[in-house]
């Protein structure tokens, strides 16, 4: 690891010396500028020497960019074999390096075509620089030394275009493109993880749904089987309606307050039906049973009604639910509140 440190800062110092000897060729240039054109053709000379060597530093350090481009950042020969790997590390570089082969494969093909032409071209070379600087001395002055100054400033930005290019790229390109691409996959994770959570908080949802949804049919199975008349006598316990209704949801605990409301209040009235009519009992003190809160008056109310309406009425029990349903209820004076309620239950 520190080799790698010292290595990186050694790198980083010749791109630091690159720079400076870039600034070294401009000042030569306006140097130059000054003993070749005067202060007549001082800022034209100086313009156009500095644009010349811009260029030339521009083209050179886009050819380093090509040869710096790290084969690294498109995989390994392990993927390029279609092997598969077999280590977690492995698995990662196939994972990060897989985004930019097409880059890869550009810088290829242009290399090995400019080495190759270069190489078909070598006789032509000579005489290509020399038309070339020819024609940058017309804007340098068009002096003797105007032609050796053209070609010295073009060789010089080459060169060092293309190791600042070169070396640019292989310290810190390779580093963004990482960068970039596990921030990707950063981000790909992090959203996969929440999609995921989702899914499982909804999974447990549904879970939760199909239980309670097995609780209420459950409940309403045994109160069917309690207060259907046309059933033999129930044999539904007491402890099995508490356990059922205390499971049961609001909306139906409401359905079996309303069911055994309705076979209480159509049945008290008629000795005959008075047996139908204490088939509710049970459930309203189920119903009760379940208010571990002591919130709904109307459980004791209807259940303080079907205790007097027995064919052997509990009056004890039936004034104890009564006064219970009073005070949940509350705001009124107790005694007259009571006999409201007993009024209600002839109707």
């Known amino acids: 690891m520190k080799e790698k440190t010292d290595s990186q800062t050694d790198s980083q110092k010749a791109l630091y010396a690159l720079t400076v000897a870039m600034i070294v060729?401009?000042?030569?240039?306006?140097?130059?500028?000054?003993?070749?054109?005067?202060?007549?053709?001082?800022?034209?000379?100086?313009?156009?020497?500095?644009?010349?060597?811009?260029?030339?530093?521009?083209?050179?350090?886009?050819?380093?960019?090509?040869?710096?481009?790290?084969?690294?950042?498109?995989?390994?020969?392990?993927?390029?074999?279609?092997?598969?790997?077999?280590?977690?590390?492995?698995?990662?570089?196939?994972?990060?390096?897989?985004?930019?082969?097409?880059?890869?494969?550009?810088?290829?093909?242009?290399?090995?075509?400019?080495?190759?032409?270069?190489?078909?071209?070598?006789?032509?070379?000579?005489?290509?620089?020399?038309?070339?600087?020819?024609?940058?001395?017309?804007?340098?002055?068009?002096?003797?030394?105007?032609?050796?100054?053209?070609?010295?400033?073009?060789?010089?930005?080459?060169?060092?275009?293309?190791?600042?290019?070169?070396?640019?790229?292989?310290?810190?390109?390779?580093?963004?493109?990482?960068?970039?691409?596990?921030?990707?996959?950063?981000?790909?994770?992090?959203?996969?993880?929440?999609?995921?959570?989702?899914?499982?908080?909804?999974?447990?949802?549904?879970?939760?749904?199909?239980l309670q949804s097995q609780h209420d049919a459950d409940a309403l199975n045994l109160v069917y089987l309690q207060l259907n008349p046309s059933n033999d006598p129930p044999k539904v316990t007491q402890e099995e309606l508490d356990t059922a209704v205390s499971k049961a949801s609001k909306s139906i605990k409401i359905q079996i307050f309303n069911k055994a409301w309705e076979v209480r209040s159509t049945n008290w009235r008629d000795k005959k039906t008075k047996a139908i009519m204490e088939l509710s009992i049970p459930v309203f003190k189920a119903l009760i049973s379940s208010d571990t809160e002591n919130l709904y008056h109307a459980n004791h109310a209807q259940l303080g009604y079907a205790l007097k309406d027995k064919l052997n009425p509990d009056w004890v029990e039936a004034e104890r639910e009564l006064?219970?349903?009073?005070?949940?209820?509350?705001?009124r004076n107790t005694a007259t509140h009571f006999m409201n309620l007993i009024e209600l239950s002839v109707e």
Do not use: C, H, M
């Not at 006064?323 to 705001?331: F, M, Y």
């Open 25 to 210: 060729g401009i000042v030569s240039v306006i140097i130059y500028a000054i003993q070749a054109g005067g202060k007549e053709n001082f800022l034209g000379i100086a313009s156009i020497g500095v644009l010349i060597a811009g260029g030339a530093a521009f083209a050179g350090g886009a050819l380093g960019f090509l040869f710096g481009i790290p084969r690294t950042l498109q995989g390994d020969d392990a993927n390029r074999k279609g092997e598969v790997p077999t280590n977690s590390a492995a698995k990662d570089r196939q994972i990060e390096y897989q985004a930019n082969t097409n880059l890869e494969q550009i810088s290829d093909w242009l290399t090995k075509i400019l080495v190759g032409v270069g190489l078909t071209q070598v006789s032509q070379i000579g005489n290509s620089l020399k038309n070339l600087t020819k024609f940058f001395a017309k804007g340098l002055g068009n002096q003797d030394q105007a032609q050796v100054f053209a070609l010295a400033i073009l060789l010089y930005s080459i060169v060092l275009g293309f190791f600042f290019g070169y070396l640019w790229t292989r310290l810190y390109l390779a580093g963004a493109l990482r960068a970039a691409d596990q921030a990707s996959i950063g981000s790909l994770t992090a959203e996969v993880k929440k999609v995921t959570e989702k899914a499982e908080l909804n999974e447990r949802k549904l879970d939760l749904f199909k």
């Open 323 to 331: 006064t219970r349903a009073i005070q949940i209820r509350g705001g």
